[in-house]
């Protein structure tokens, strides 16, 4: 069993930064491929970035690509992802998930409760 909190939400400029922090309990955090999904008001949930188990290979939405980017420390059990130069269409809340890495949500076991992330013009 693995349980996710996410952090670091929270209100920002267009163009501003901010850093998402995902902790994870449980000893086999480093087994799991990490991600990062969204959801804005009235659509899907959408992936955003995933990281391999053990550091490596990253993948990303492709409006992401170059703003935002995913790394995680094992050996704190967190995941986090940096967004710079956000933007509105950014705006969405922010979900944690451990699993196996794909852009497929329903490959990923466990989930966090998520973050709003609102991001103003």
């Known amino acids: 069993q693995v349980q996710l909190v996410e952090s670091g939400g929270g209100l920002v400029q267009a163009g501003g930064s901010l850093r998402l922090s995902c902790a994870a309990s449980?000893?086999?955090?480093?087994?799991?491929?990490m991600a990062w999904f969204r959801q804005a008001p009235g659509k899907e949930r959408e992936f955003v970035a995933g990281?391999?188990?053990?550091?490596?290979?990253?993948n990303y939405l492709d409006s992401v690509k170059g703003r935002f980017t995913i790394s995680r420390d094992n050996a704190k059990n967190t995941v986090y992802l940096q967004m710079n130069s956000l933007k509105p269409e950014d705006t969405a809340v922010y979900y944690c998930?451990?699993?196996?890495?794909?852009?497929?949500?329903?490959?990923?076991?466990?989930w966090g409760q998520g973050t709003q992330v609102t991001v103003s013009s």
């Open positions: 990281i391999r188990e053990s550091y490596g290979v990253r």
């Open positions: 998930a451990a699993g196996a890495l794909s852009t497929w949500s329903l490959t990923y076991d466990y």
């Open positions: 449980g000893r086999t955090f480093s087994s799991y491929a």
